[in-house]
């Protein structure tokens, strides 16, 4: 299975930040030049059609919310800035983006979590806002006089809940000759709870609406063990995830021995396959924006 780590260590993001902003905070961000917002959709990103498709139209959904509003995008891997860079198309990390918005003169940044949990990625994404909020507070001289950072799609209560509705409205009829399962990244974090409770709460809708997790719990294994027990012969995966990328390829759906879809198949079960990410879902995409129009709120 897939593992890529993503942003670098907490530790090297202040020292970092500090060279990144090194000529842009030479310009004065006084309180009495006049407000100019802008919005920052974080990705952790993708170089796969379907994958850039739901980050495009996520990418559209904040440009209709926030019209006249300045947005631009950054992803956190790496590896997948590397490989569009080969192909001539240039994508900033988080750190570097905020420090160009700071550079251009804007103001205040309302920043959009693309993360499901709020787990080590999300924690670092977190850290490099704090360093600039922290930056502002110096009397305006230095930073963004507002900055904020949505929520993750898993939260609240009231997002387990609506997200269980959304995906039951567009995947339910499908549990009329079958299971459907969710794949999720999975992780050491605590914050992998989220898929358990995800879980619970999508057992009030169906028993055949589960969780899986490539790297964490509820595992393959799990899942096995409960597709079983519901005695079901047809499953449809659908990724958990903003982006259908290379989890959502290689990991679920790859011809390769150890996917999901070979290994369930293998076993008997007819197996379906929906490469689409939650960022090509409206009802999806309405819940990250409600997050972001909230830290909105506090950054503008």
Known sequence: MTKIRTLAPVWALALTLLFALGGACMASSSKETPAKPAVLLVSFGSSMPEGQAAIAATLDSVKQAFPGTEVRVAYTSRIIMRKLAK??????DPLVALAKLHADGFTHVAILSTHVIPGEEYEDLGAIVR?????????GKTGFRGIALSRPLLWSDEDFDRLAAALNRTYGKRLQDGAVVFMGHGTP????????????????????????????????DDLVARLQALG????TLVPAMLVAGDHAHN???GPEEDSWKSQLTKMGFRVDTVLQGFGQNPEVRALMLE???EAAKKAF
């Open 291 to 293: 997050h972001l129009k």
């Open 189 to 220: 974090h605590p914050a992998n709870g989220a898929y358990s409770r995800l879980q619970t709460v999508l057992n009030r809708i169906s028993p055949k609406l589960l969780v899986g997790t490539v790297e964490g719990t509820p595992s393959f």
């Open 87 to 92: 192909q001539g198309q240039i994508i900033d």
């Open 131 to 139: 360093c600039f909020d922290q930056l502002g507070r110096d009397e």
């Open 251 to 253: 990991d679920m759906a």
């Open 232 to 235: 079901v012969r047809r499953v």
